[in-house]
Nanobody, 123 residues
Framework: VQLQASGGGLVQAGGSLRLSCAAS????????MGWFRQAPGKEREFVAR????????YYADAVKGRFTISRDNAKNTVYLQMNSLKPEDTDVYYC?????????????????WGQGTQVTVSS
């Protein structure tokens, strides 16, 4: 599966952005999907995960209550709605696909990755 992330940009603190991750080459419903973020010189950090059918969602404590992950398997697309953005949310955001159903927040558990999309939150 090939993944294409989009929707990043520059936003003021308190604002919102919606990231999209479009899949091609395979049926998205085969995969649990995750969003990660990474700052220069730091490890890739788990943000959110959604199960294959979209029933289960999981969030990092830092984004819980502000970010929402969702998916539309008919459109082969996963979304990350980000509200109440803070300057510390500034990062490159990546979407990733996991063939297994075992819930994992580890980047190594995800087999396929999209290119990143930059999110910058100004104070």
């Amino acid at each position: 599966v090939q993944l294409q992330a989009s929707g990043g940009g520059l936003v003021q603190a308190g604002g919102s952005l919606r990231l999209s991750c479009a899949a091609s080459g395979s049926t998205l419903s085969r995969y649990a999907m995750g969003w990660f973020r990474q700052a220069p010189g730091k490890e890739r950090e788990f943000v959110a995960r959604i199960s294959k059918a979209g029933v289960g969602t999981y969030y990092a404590d830092a984004v819980k209550g502000r970010f929402t992950i969702s998916r539309d398997n008919a459109k082969n697309t996963v979304y990350l709605q980000m509200n109440s953005l803070k300057p510390e949310d500034t990062d490159v955001y990546y979407c990733a696909a996991d063939l297994t159903a075992v819930v994992s927040t580890r980047a190594a558990s995800y087999e396929y990755w999209g290119q990143g999309t930059q999110v910058t939150v100004s104070s």
